[in-house]
């Protein structure tokens, strides 16, 4: 790698005789992103044509930003955790055990700001056990994060007993009625855009993100170059629980209660939505707008599904196909740059 590649992750390669070669990772970058544009542009006709009253509806429409934006918000975190080379299994079951313990009876008697508090505590807390045990105790993140998610999801449903804490805190509950909504945008959407735009600035914008791009490119690099590679990471796992809390709070005002079942899946979508926006899943390359649009295109087709009337099996069997053809993409797409 290169001094010039080090400082700009985008710079294109150069062979022996410093010319460069293959595509510009900037443009393929916009290739990309323009491509999810028609295909969202495609989803959003498809959806038109078959459901035209419902889906085009402002209502309807409001409801896929709202859904989009809690596992958007777990999507950015995780696009920084892919783009450093690692992975984060455990998002889904964070998200649960921080919206349980968010929504207990003691915790009510805190108010507005006594859930959010809770939630982002319990996210970050999880984060920090995650990112302990991967830079520091040496676990390989998929075990790490996949021990994470079992405990959560237990410690969930310990708390819980299996049963629904419904929200009664009315400060929370207002911000998901219609009245809340500002200029015709619920509140929800608006704290994913803040996040999405905070996220693209510092991945993009500074020295943590070019460490991040740093050490999914090359970790061993990036430690010779003076960059510290444990604490580069525990700070990523600290992020992408910080995501996982925010994500819970949101999911409390969406759904007006806690649950233990809260985030079911959420992995598959945060993880899916990063590779096909362009994320490498094999690091050195991240971008949050990439990733954006894919939880957009998941969502949409989600809804689109529901509004037919189509079984949910299904939904998974697309998803699953569209993870495998996003991955194959990459795979080709890397191997023309080095052609």
Known sequence: MTLSTAKNPEAPAQDG?????????????????????GVLAVLIAVGGLTRPDEFLAVSNLQL???????I????VGMTFVITSGGIDLSVGAIVALASVWATT?????????????TAVVVGL????????????????????????????????????????QIVTVDSVLDLGIPDAYILGIPPLVLVFAAVTVVGWLVLNRTTFGRR?????????????????????????????GLCCGIAAFLLIILSGSGQNTNGNLY????????????????????????????????????????????????QQIAKGAIIVAAVLVQRRTARHGEA
Do not use: K
Not at 64 to 70: D, E, R
Not at 72 to 75: C, K, P, S
Not at 131 to 153: D, E, H, Q
Not at 279 to 301: A, D, K, P
């Open 105 to 117: 009876l003691a915790t009510q008697e805190y108010g507005f700001a006594g859930i959010l508090f």
């Open 72 to 75: 958007g918000v777990v999507t």
């Open 125 to 164: 807390g999880c984060g920090l056990v995650n990112g302990l045990l991967i830079a520091y105790g040496g676990m390989v993140p998929f075990i790490a994060t996949l021990a994470m998610l079992a405990s959560a999801r237990g410690l969930a449903l310990q708390i819980t007993d299996g049963r629904t």
């Open 17 to 37: 005789g410093g010319r460069p070669r293959g595509i510009p990772l900037g443009l393929r970058a916009d290739v990309r992103n323009l491509s999810l544009l």
């Open 212 to 240: 991040t791009v740093a050490v999914g490119g090359n970790a061993e690099a990036a430690r010779l170059a003076g960059i510290d590679v444990r604490r580069q990471r525990l700070y990523l796992y600290l992020l992408s």
């Open 267 to 314: 992995e598959l979508d945060a993880i899916a939505a990063a590779i096909i926006g362009g994320t490498l899943l094999t690091g050195g390359r991240g971008t949050i707008v990439g990733s954006v649009l894919g939880v957009l295109v998941f969502t949409t087709i989600t809804n689109i599904f529901a509004l037919n009337n189509l079984q949910s099996d299904v």
């Open 64 to 70: 896929v930003l709202t859904q989009a934006s809690v």
